[in-house]
């Protein structure tokens, strides 16, 4: 996942810390809503493994990164080469829109991916 997408989430568990060993980096940062109990990260990425906090109908608010999940499945299932076939997701980013529109209206938590494709 690359570029300046912005995720939406309607609840996190506010009060859990993100230990980051040697071969993890930060899933993602929060720009609005409850900052993680230290003040970093929410989440680890490992490898092709992602752990969060995160609650809530995560993947149908982003689809930017059930895309990058998705991807990330079938290249690793059927090689680097597997490049899918565009689809139109305009209903999905509208959904996305007013979920970061209801988002900020709720004061709920929204997050920048720090995962790279």
């Known amino acids: 996942m690359t570029g300046p997408q912005r995720l939406s989430a309607s609840r996190t568990a506010a009060n ?8 993890s980096v930060p899933w993602a940062r929060c720009l609005r809503g409850t900052v993680p109990a230290d003040g970093s990260a929410e989440g680890a990425v490992v490898h092709n ?5 995160l609650h809530g109908p ?12 998705l991807l990330t499945a079938l290249r690793r299932r ?11 997701d ?17 004061q709920d938590h929204t997050f920048a991916p720090e995962m790279r494709s």
């Open 16 to 23: 859990g810390l993100t230990h980051l060993g040697s071969t």
């Open 49 to 53: 493994a992602v752990g969060t906090y």
């Open 58 to 69: 995560v993947l149908p608010k982003n689809p930017h990164l059930a895309d990058h999940l």
């Open 78 to 88: 059927y090689g680097p080469e597997v490049t899918p076939i565009p689809l139109d």
């Open 90 to 106: 305009t209903v999905e980013w509208q959904a996305h829109h007013a979920a970061l529109k209801e988002s900020a209206d709720n």
